[in-house]
Structures are given as C-alpha cells and as structure tokens.
C-alpha cells in the first residue's frame, strides 16, 4: 500500500526566512511525484512534478527535490504570499495517487 | 486554462437527503475525479471516471454514486446524507492518469454540512 507522509503538520516562518517541507513515500514503482498548493477555500493549484531521483523543479522562491523516498519543497525568502498548506502526491503502480496531508505554511510580515 | 466548476460553494442537507454534487469541466478532460478532504486525513479518492459512463471507486466509495453521462460533466451523489460525510468534496479533471504525467486541475470545492 502507498504511504506517504508530510511535515511538519504547520510551519510558521518570518518574511525572508528559509525553510523546507519534508515528502516522505513508500511507493512501488514510483512514476513520479506531484507537488500542490492550496489556498483556503480553495482548491488544490499544481506547482510541480519531479520524475526521478536527482531531479529538481524551481518555480520563483519555491525548489522542489526529489531523492528515492523523499521529496523536499525548500522556500527561499519567503513573502506572506506564499502562506498556504501545500500538498505532495507520489504516483506509483496503484490506480491512483495517494496524497499527504499537508503542511501549512505561514510566513508572517 | 482549464477552468473546472462545482455547482455549489457551500451547502446544507438534512440526514437522509439525497444529495447531488455537480461538476463540470471545460478541456475535454477524459478523466473525472471526486475526492474528499478533512482536516489531518488529505485528500481521499471517493470515485473516478476516465470516459463517459465508466467509472471505478476509489478508497473510500462507501455512501457515494456517480454519475457520468456526458463527457465534460461528473456528479457524486450522497444517496441518504449522513452527518459523517460532512466535509469539503472537490472535483478534478486530468488529460492523463498513471502515466506521472497527470496534472490534476481542481474545482474550488463545495463544503458540505449534514445536519
């Protein structure tokens, strides 16, 4: 059964202070591994995909990196704007993704 | 962009209604989603469909159908509305699954409230 575990649960940061959100996964077959943002009342926005161990996406002050069991989402310099839960989904063999619970992110002014 | 609607932002049933959860996609998508989230478990997979008239459940189906007449158009249906199955429902369409190339687009979610 695919597992996947994420965290911290919450995360509260200063305006320009870096961090990293942790994607633990016990997959088989992994095909790829998909990372999520999600606003309140909203729902979920796609940021990445990363395909194989090693490889890494960037998208402003958001990296996302891949190892065989893990997947971390560094946030450089982070702006209030960046608060949101954001949500990673490894896809293996199964029918369907599996995604985590989150993490919540704030990044106070 | 892929725009994907849900018919109600917020709703409120009584235990025992039946209820119809609308959702309606514009990119030709063929495949449909319903998941629920509450707070702690993620999200979870109720029920998929990847064509018109096909569907497969998904890890929790229990108390839930769907249906999928027309291609761009997937609704989950609570048959009798218990207060467990208050939550946030989303909808998402994807060009492809399995293959780790399926983008998920989501609706802004319709929160449910049984009483």
């Known amino acids: 059964e695919d597992q996947v575990t994420q965290s911290p649960e919450a995360l509260r940061l200063q305006e320009g202070e870096s961090s990293s959100l942790n994607c633990s996964y016990t997959?088989?077959?992994?095909?790829?591994l998909f990372w999520y943002r999600q606003d309140p009342g909203k729902g979920p926005e796609f940021l990445f995909t990363?395909?194989?161990a090693g490889e890494e996406k960037e998208k402003e002050r958001l990296k996302a990196t891949l190892t065989k069991k893990e997947s971390f989402l560094h946030i450089t310099a982070p702006k209030p704007e960046d608060s949101a839960t954001y949500l990673c989904?490894?896809?293996?063999?199964?029918?369907?993704?599996?995604f985590g619970s989150g993490t919540q992110l704030t990044v106070l002014p | 962009d892929v725009k994907v609607t849900q018919s109600s932002r917020y709703l409120v049933k009584r235990t025992g209604e039946k209820v119809f959860l609308e959702c309606v996609q514009d990119?030709?998508?063929?495949?449909m989603f319903w998941y629920r989230q509450d707070p702690g478990l993620g999200l979870r997979l109720i029920y998929f469909?990847?064509?018109?008239?096909?569907?497969e459940k998904g890890d929790i189906p229990e108390g839930y159908s769907v249906s999928r007449e027309k291609k761009e158009r997937f609704s989950l249906i609570l048959e009798s509305a218990s207060t467990n199955q208050t939550s946030m429902y989303l909808c998402?369409?994807?060009?492809?699954?399995?293959?780790?190339?399926?983008?998920?687009?989501f609706g802004s979610g319709t929160q449910l409230s049984v009483l």
């Open positions: 998402a369409s994807s060009l492809e699954v399995g293959a780790g190339n399926e983008k998920l687009f």
């Open positions: 997959v088989s077959g992994l095909r790829g």
């Open positions: 990363l395909y194989s």
């Open positions: 989904a490894p896809r293996g063999s199964a029918r369907q993704l599996t």
């Open positions: 990119m030709d998508h063929e495949n």
């Open positions: 469909s990847y064509d018109v008239k096909m569907k």
